[in-house]
């Protein structure tokens, strides 16, 4: 098998749905955690494509800042756009803007960093793949979702309050999981010692 050229193969799949979603696909984020989990997700049962490629050394590029001692409310690879008059409430992917742009190991990138610090609510990268994928359509649908995940696609209790003349609307905030596996595929896309693999044929 050759490895390198099915990690070529992933990131050109990995480079149309990013496309997809910012021609306004939010729900291609699913596969963009399906691709990450065929990369990095390693288990008794199955090898992920960074172990094949012996690639346990490869930095990756982070977007996530360093979160303050005693915060309660944290989104690390996300925006938030509100437009009451639009009535829209979103998070979306920091892309190019993020002021932290940082190369770290591949154990803190899928296990460590927060993605999310919202209240009680805490996930890594790892987390959100793995919710996206094993649970909501990505290679499997289950009954019921990872609360946390579940939690973070209904708000995570973040919401806008309109007050009009008919009483107040609340209006929670959307796309939470979609728009930070958007900003994990753009990471992955930035990372030169992952796309070396392919040159290099490791």
Request: hydrophobic share 40%; with cysteine; charged share 20%.
């Amino acid at each position: 098998m050759d490895f390198a050229d099915q990690l070529r193969k992933q990131l050109q799949f990995l480079r149309n749905s990013c496309d997809a979603y910012d021609a306004g696909n939010k729900d291609e984020s699913i596969r963009i955690a399906t691709v990450l989990r065929i990369l990095f997700h390693q288990t008794t049962r199955s090898t992920s494509l960074f172990t094949h490629l012996n690639a346990p050394y490869t930095k990756l590029l982070s977007t996530c800042e360093k979160i303050p001692a005693r915060s309660t409310y944290w989104a690390n690879l996300t925006v938030i756009k509100i437009s009451p008059v639009m009535r829209m409430a979103e998070f979306a992917p920091k892309l190019d803007t993020a002021r932290t742009k940082n190369f770290v190991s591949f154990g803190d990138w899928w296990r460590y960093e927060k993605v999310y610090l919202i209240g009680a609510l805490d996930l890594n990268r790892r987390d959100l793949v793995l919710g996206a994928v094993n649970k909501d359509g990505g290679a499997h649908v289950a009954q019921s979702l990872d609360p946390r995940y579940e939690a973070l696609l209904n708000g995570a209790g973040s919401k806008m309050t309109l007050n009009l003349p008919q009483g107040d609307e609340d209006i929670p905030f959307r796309f939470g999981h979609l728009s930070a596996l958007r900003q994990m595929g753009y990471e992955v896309l930035h990372s030169p010692d992952l796309l070396s693999l392919i040159s290099n044929g490791t």
